[in-house]
Each structure stands twice: as structure tokens, then as C-alpha cells.
């Protein structure tokens, strides 16, 4: 949660030669409230929700001893490789070719046409 502001997270993210490279935030550290919040999801696993979580005790535990405020942290892989080899697109260096999509055969062609 944002230090000043109830209900608001703080938020940034890393740019290095003016390309994003890490996406950060700070973390829910109030085990009252993030009691609530798994109650709320595991209330929903039992519904039948496939991605709702159950109530992860040993986590509301370090929260109630006085866990210090965190932060999250999120640095792309592809990304750092883009800047380490210059690549000027995400597409150039995604670790999985097969998740790209193949240039069309037709595109010249219908660029010729018109």
C-alpha cells in the first residue's frame, strides 16, 4: 500500500535507454486485511473457482509478528536481453520461436497489387 494514500499501491517502473525493463510495487502488509482478501478467495475455490487460492497460513503469520513493509519486483528476461544485444523489438529476442507469428507469404504480394 502507498505509505501516505489508503487504497492506493506504489508503483514504478525501471526504464534503461528509454526501454522498460522492470515493473515494481509495494506489498500488502496488514494480515487483517489480507485475511480478509484469502477468506474472500478461498471462499471462491470452494464455489469452484479453478484460479482462486486457499488461506495461506504460515504467510498471515510472518504478516501478524511484524513483517516489514515489501515490495515486488518484476524484471523481464526478454527485456534485459534486448538491452544486452541492442535489439530494437521484443519479437527479435522472445525465447520461443513458435510464439511468433510467421511473416504471410501474401503480404508482398498484396503490397505489389495496390
Do not use: W, Y
Not at 22 to 40: G, K, M, V, Y
Not at 98 to 108: C, D, F, G, K
Amino acid at each position: 500500500p502507498h505509505r501516505s494514500l489508503p487504497g492506493v499501491t506504489e508503483r514504478f517502473e525501471l526504464f534503461v535507454v528509454g526501454r522498460e525493463l522492470a515493473n515494481a510495487f509495494s506489498e500488502l502488509t496488514d494480515p487483517i486485511d489480507q485475511r480478509r482478501r484469502f477468506e474472500a478467495q478461498a471462499a471462491k475455490k470452494s464455489a469452484g473457482d479453478l484460479e482462486a487460492c486457499d488461506i495461506d497460513e504460515e504467510f498471515l503469520t510472518a504478516l501478524e509478528h511484524g513483517m516489514p513493509p515489501t515490495g515486488g519486483l518484476g524484471i523481464g528476461i526478454d527485456r534485459l536481453v534486448m538491452l544486452l544485444t541492442d535489439s530494437a523489438s521484443i519479437k527479435d529476442v522472445i525465447a520461443f520461436p513458435l510464439l511468433r507469428p510467421e511473416p504471410s507469404a501474401s503480404t508482398p504480394a498484396q503490397a505489389d497489387s495496390s
